[in-house]
């Protein structure tokens, strides 16, 4: 089946499993992932609190939208999928968190 599905299909499909897994990780490790292990960053939500389940999947969903990525060229420190969830990603270094 995988081997004659098309580039639309595929990138549909791949975008979801991507999408869920990220919300799996976010969601079982209360807003870390590696590149946040490894940057000492969190998620949180604007509040100040830790992100709801939907506030996670909303996050991960948010970046399936293809030029999610340029995002970021006019507000540096939030992409859409921050703005769309209400998060925030803290420097835990920086915070009392």
């Not at 000492?40 to 990525?69: C, D, H, M």
């Amino acid at each position: 089946f995988f081997t004659e599905i098309n580039t639309v299909m595929d990138y549909i499909i791949s975008s979801i499993i991507f999408a869920l897994l990220y919300f799996a990780i976010e969601t079982l490790t209360g807003g870390k992932t590696l590149g946040k292990y490894i940057t000492q960053t969190r998620v949180l939500t604007i509040k100040g609190e830790k992100p709801t389940t939907n506030q996670y999947l909303a996050r991960s969903f948010s970046r399936i939208v293809p030029f999610e990525p340029f995002s970021f060229i006019s507000d540096v420190s939030n992409g859409w999928h921050d703005k769309w969830s209400e998060t925030i990603v803290i420097d835990e270094r920086k915070s009392s968190w």
